[in-house]
């Protein structure tokens, strides 16, 4: 049976990005300095534009997009909603299967959706510079295309596994631009910091986040920009779930679940906030799934606290699961995994129970993407096969039960450009890791004191 998709036009590519502030149970939590007191916005405007820092503490429920924007989105918005027949019955599961494709973005991933208001907004600011930090390269690859659109020069600072096992997604940045750099550097104190404890280092999101803030601060004509973790970016990702309600409505069916992986928090925010809305609204609840991998498990085996966003303590504090701001994550395959945190938003509601989670294993996660692929034909990116596994998890459960569970998950990006680690999954060579927990003890012990 052939793919079922649901296509929006032009016309419904949203106007408005949904901001989840409003529709929390509780006020989230303030942002801190490293004295304890709460930061002021005029303290982040060294590495941010004043518009992005509007949408950073805005309590409205809609932001309006830019048009400039709007008309940028249009080169592959609205994304199509697909119904995964062949999926569905390759497990022989009463369950329904919608996927969400991000992966058609010119970037090829969901990154792209938060990459252009950032550039945009630097842009109308006077900035001329942006640097920032990737993991699997999609965000690179997405700032870079976006920059290049907007006449913004970017400089990424790659955490150098990536670097090392995805060359092609570096060579996608050079292609839009950019100047890429494997991190950690010896550009940077932190940089040279965890170059002198270990020259072996492979990097992490935390420390390339730390050398992109460290040069951000350091020059007028540049900012920071970050490609998950902070509102304005779960913000920005917000029109995939706006427009999956729409695609929803012709179906006839609604998500009784849904799956997105979490790293830093803009995958799942962006598809599962806006259907949190509803569910705020006292209409029929869904329920939303974060999954993360079993080697950097933040949400599932983290410490609810205040901690740093990067490995040197250069960002404020936010309240968020974390599993320490120096943890060094292993080299798996799901770069864009690989992250101590969580947003402050998904963390506030995985502590109130309002979302769920759930850590799974490399090699599962890799079986579940060559099965979509086998029968869907898209080879997902190592990211997007989490969610796929999760859901190919429930569809099974469903038919040990005879449920009829309406699953829907988000495809984040396409693996095209990760197909060394496939290789390395085919010859026998990856290898599944659960993180230790003495060692998550450890680390967890660095937090920061706070209160």
């Known amino acids: 049976m052939p793919q079922t998709k649901f296509l929006l036009s032009e016309n419904d590519i949203p106007t408005h990005w949904y901001n989840i502030v409003p529709d929390l149970p509780s006020p989230p939590e303030p942002v801190l300095g490293p004295d304890g007191k709460p930061v002021t916005p005029d303290a982040l405007s060294a590495i941010f534009p004043d518009a992005l820092i509007e949408q950073e503490v805005t309590r409205e429920r809609w932001v309006p997009i830019p048009e400039p924007v709007r008309e940028l989105y249009r080169q592959w918005r609205p994304t199509p909603l697909v119904r995964a027949h062949r999926l569905e019955q390759h497990l022989g599961t009463p369950a329904k299967i919608y996927f969400k494709n991000e992966s058609i973005s010119p970037a090829g991933s969901h990154k792209f959706n938060s990459a252009l208001p950032q550039a945009y907004y630097n842009k109308q600011a006077g900035i001329t510079r942006l640097v920032t930090e990737t993991g699997a390269g999609q965000w ?6 976006a920059g290049q659109l907007f006449g913004v020069d970017v400089r990424v600072y790659m955490v150098k596994v ?17 100047e890429v750099l494997a991190s950690p550097t010896n550009l940077t104190n932190a940089g040279r910091a965890a170059l002198a404890e270990n020259p072996d280092n492979p990097g992490s999101l935390g420390l390339a986040i730390a050398e992109a803030v460290e040069e951000a601060a350091s020059r007028p004509d540049t900012n920071y920009a970050l490609g998950s973790v902070l ?6 990702q917000s029109v995939i779930g706006l427009e999956a309600k729409k695609q929803f409505e012709m179906t006839g069916d609604w998500p009784d679940m849904i799956f997105a992986p979490c790293g830093g928090g803009s995958n799942f925010g962006g598809v599962a906030f806006p259907f949190f809305a509803d569910t705020a609204a006292g209409k ?10 079993t080697s950097c498990p933040s949400l599932t085996r983290g410490h609810y606290a205040y901690d740093f966003g990067d490995t040197v303590g250069l ?13 060094m994550p292993p080299s798996i395959h799901a770069g864009g995994l690989r992250y101590h945190g ?16 759930v850590a799974v294993p490399q090699l ?12 869907e034909g898209i080879i997902p990116a190592p990211e997007s096969c989490h969610a796929i596994r999760a859901t190919i998890d429930e569809a099974l459960r469903c038919k040990e039960t005879g449920e009829k569970k309406v699953l829907f998950f988000n495809l984040s990006g396409h693996g095209h450009f990760d197909m060394a680690s496939y290789d390395k999954y085919f010859a026998g060579q990856l290898e599944d890791y659960e993180y230790p927990q003495e060692a998550i ?4 012990a660095r937090l920061p004191k706070v209160g």
Do not use: C
């Open 315 to 327: 960002t404020p504090l936010m309240k968020q699961y974390t599993l320490g701001h120096d943890f």
């Open 140 to 145: 690179g690859s997405s700032l870079s295309l």
């Open 342 to 357: 969580a947003s402050t938003f998904v963390s506030q509601l995985y502590h109130e129970k309002l979302i769920e989670a």
């Open 364 to 375: 599962a996660t890799f079986d579940a993407g060559v099965t979509f692929a086998r029968t």
């Open 231 to 236: 509102n304005h970016v779960l913000l920005h």
């Open 162 to 178: 990536s670097f090392q096992q995805k060359p092609f997604r570096r060579s996608m940045m050079q292609t839009w631009g950019a």
């Open 284 to 293: 029929k609840p869904v329920r939303l799934v974060a999954v993360e991998p």
């Open 441 to 444: 003890e450890a680390a967890l």
